[in-house]
């Protein structure tokens, strides 16, 4: 191979190098942009709407007075220092009857926290007939060093439940969003 | 012929590389390097081995035995990363480091530098990764796909075992940019990509879903990280992520890297069955095609891993069917070894035991994986020992066998010596049936429901898990014969002619003496 030949081929395998290494740097941004695109198809999809305030129909709007839900609310905290509970610990509702209730958290420690809760429910399936409108978990709340807070939920029991479901449980567990010390809410 | 006269003729005046272990450690040499990927995967190769017949020991019999669920749980999760990133992933870039520069009529790796750094990345990755077994809390215990949460939780030996990961990826992708960069800028005149051995055209596609995958790996364990150290909230539901994220983004990567793990293997076994049937190969540009079509379609596969986290009905068909759709080109691949087999001279050497007992085992391990496609039966047999079975059959008798193949094949080539063909047969039998004996009854075990990753199990799977036991430990024994096969080649025995194999047509057969010499293409030779 003669002199020129060889400082050309370098000079390719350098550009050719270039490409590549910039390609291995969009994959890895790639990676990270899987993020937002993940949480958009959820989004579209419907498949993660925890966050977000539930839509009911109208035909879902008539109030079927002839049974009612036992509605039980149960509140919890994960390694975080607030006490947090629902001021009444459960209420018969009718399916289809816009109901409130309210939870009451107090920041026990002496700096600004933030939290998030999460809500579960019992038996799992009654998920899809718990539709609420109006929630706490759907933002981060920042509390100041002692400060109460009164925290409304409002909620309908889709009327189309299933007979059997006569008791729900709606519980919330408080995180601590961690690193943010208050800082964001 | 004249060719390898030059060669001779080259080797002496550029034979001037430091002796003794410095050699190795400033080496720039394509076959140093390769030799040095080779020996360490083996290495890994055995401390990933030992860690299984450790978790063996304890599956020995029902109820719990010699280790806590703790060290269970490193033992299976150490096992898994150790022979993917340690083992079988290094063990194809030395395949690469040696032939591809040969078998391509080019004097060595197009970035020689490189290539020396790429190397010495991994010791110290395997060294972080085996030293996380002594700090507290222990090993990488998460399994090696390291799920959040779990791996958003434990100890500090995760992030050891992300640190590793992160130096490993990176030894990949330089390794990968190389091999494309000799590939693509160095091969000889008249070879064009179309008359390439088969062997460099699946490392070609290999290296570019490396560069397009490690990557995100790298991505989604830095994001471990930060949720671990920093604050962020990726995978933690708490703080508005997703722990089911975690799986989709890591199954973006895991699902090319099991065929960044068999590729390959596709081009071992594509060189190894023409020159024992004596025919070439039998269908080249659908091979290549074939090989191309795999690698693009498992972009598009992920979620065939997490079918039962929850996904729509619509993404589970969607998955299932284009997973089915990589049976196609690999049922071609199949067909195509067994049809350049068809009316061939065929003889049995151990090369050509493997080649041929890799098409037989890997097909039971690709129908498993079609049958597990099937989101239906998928949901039953989940984290099941069917899985393990299936990736098992695919992994060992598919990747491993696929090298043992072509470390028998190339040996002569590299060493200079033929191997002892009567341990090579030992080692081809005794693996064979002990791999058998092994996995296959993890098939009825899986369907009968027993769960993979759990130290103990019920009273009525002890049987078949105390015969598994043994053959592993056959199956573990069994490999050093292979070491004995390996040294003994290395320390001398029948001298190798030039073309070691008379059907082998590659130009390291056709144009470099035997062994081959340290420098080898300086003039690139002629190809028609």
Redesign the interface.
């Known amino acids: 191979m003669n002199g020129s030949g060889h400082a050309e081929l370098h000079a390719a395998n350098r550009k050719l190098l270039r490409k590549l290494l910039i390609v291995a740097l969009g994959m890895f941004g790639f990676g990270f942009a899987l993020v937002p695109f993940y949480e958009t198809i959820c989004e579209v999809t419907g498949i993660r709407n925890v966050f977000k305030p539930d839509t009911v129909s109208a035909e879902n709007t008539q109030v079927d007075t002839s049974r009612t839900v036992s509605v039980e609310f149960d509140s919890n905290t994960q390694t975080l220092a607030w006490t947090f509970k629902p001021l009444e610990g459960s209420l018969a509702v009718h399916p289809g009857a816009v109901t409130q209730v309210i939870y009451e958290v107090r920041n026990t420690l002496d700096r600004p926290v933030t939290g998030q809760a999460v809500p579960s429910y019992a038996p799992q399936y009654a998920a899809g007939y718990f539709k609420k409108l109006e929630c706490f978990c759907f933002k981060q709340q920042t509390l100041a060093p002692g400060e109460v807070r009164r925290m409304p939920v409002v909620f309908v029991i889709d009327p189309s439940v299933p007979a059997d479901v006569r008791a729900i449980t709606l519980s919330y567990t408080f995180f601590e969003v961690a690193g943010t010390r208050g800082k964001r809410g | 012929m004249s060719a390898v006269i030059d060669g001779q003729a080259h080797e002496e005046h550029h034979e001037h590389h430091p002796a003794g272990l410095m050699r190795w450690v400033t080496t720039t040499n394509h076959k140093d390097i390769g030799t040095l990927y080779l020996w360490f995967s083996f290495i890994m190769f055995i401390t990933g081995g030992i860690l299984a017949l450790g978790l063996r020991m304890e599956l020995f019999q029902p109820g719990m035995q010699l280790w806590n669920p703790e060290f269970f749980n490193q033992l299976t999760s150490m096992h898994g990363l150790i022979m993917v990133f340690g083992a079988i992933m290094p063990a194809f870039v030395g395949f690469a480091n040696w032939q591809v520069p040969m078998m391509i009529g080019a004097?060595d790796m197009?970035?020689a530098r490189l290539n020396n750094w790429s190397f010495w990345l991994l010791p110290v990755g395997a060294t972080l990764l085996v030293s996380s077994f002594f700090v507290p809390g222990g090993a990488v215990a998460a399994g090696w796909t390291i799920y959040a949460p779990l791996s958003t939780q434990m100890g500090p030996g995760m992030d050891l075992g992300i640190f590793a990961l992160h130096i490993m990826g990176a030894s990949s992708?330089m390794g990968?940019?190389n091999i494309?960069?000799t590939i693509?800028?160095?091969r000889t005149p008249g070879m064009t990509l179309m008359k390439m051995p088969m062997f460099v055209w699946t490392w070609l596609i290999t290296a570019y879903l490396l560069?397009?995958?490690?990557?995100?790996?790298?991505?989604?364990i830095t994001?471990v990280l930060t949720d671990r150290h920093?604050?962020?909230?990726?995978f933690?539901?708490?703080?508005?992520g997703?722990p089911v994220?975690f799986q989709?983004?890591f199954w973006?990567?895991g699902h090319p890297e099991v065929y960044i793990m068999i590729l390959p293997a596709f081009g071992i076994i594509s060189t190894v069955i023409p020159a024992f049937a004596r025919k070439p190969l039998f269908g080249y540009s659908s091979m290549v095609y074939a090989t191309a079509s795999i690698a693009i379609l498992s972009f598009i596969v992920w979620a065939h891993h997490m079918f039962t986290v929850?996904?729509?009905t619509a993404a589970q068909l969607f998955f299932m069917y284009a997973t089915i759709l990589i049976a196609v080109p690999t049922g071609v691949k199949v067909f195509n070894w067994i049809a350049t087999m068809w009316k061939g001279a065929l003889s049995f050497e151990t090369p050509m035991l493997f080649a041929a007992g890799f098409i037989l085992v890997f097909s039971v391990g690709g129908f498993s994986g079609l049958i597990l496609a099937i989101a239906p039966i998928d949901y039953q047999v989940q984290d099941t020992y069917y899985v393990v079975a299936h990736f098992h059959y695919v992994l060992v008798a598919g990747s491993l066998f696929a090298i043992f193949a072509g470390l028998y094949f190339w040996l002569p080539k590299w060493t200079g010596h033929m191997y002892d063909e009567k341990l090579g047969k030992w080692h081809f039998w005794l693996s064979m049936i002990f791999f058998n004996i092994t996995f296959f009854p993890m098939h009825f075990l899986g369907l009968a429901g027993m769960p993979r990753r759990i130290p103990d199990y019920a009273l009525v799977f002890a049987d078949y898990n105390a015969i598994i036991t043994i053959a592993a430990f056959g199956f573990g024994l069994s490999q050093l014969i292979f070491l004995w096969a390996v040294l003994k080649c290395i320390r001398g025995g029948e001298k190798a002619p030039a073309r070691a194999w008379e059907g082998a047509d590659t130009l390291e057969w056709t144009h470099l003496p035997s062994p081959a010499p340290y420098h080898s293409f300086?003039?690139?030779p002629d190809v028609k």
Request: aromatic letters at 12%.
């Open positions: 004097p197009a970035f992708i990968s940019i494309i960069t693509l800028n160095m560069i397009a995958v490690i990557p995100v790996l790298a991505g989604a994001m920093f604050g962020t909230s990726f933690n539901a708490a703080g508005g997703d994220m989709h983004i973006f990567f929850g996904m729509p300086h003039d690139q």
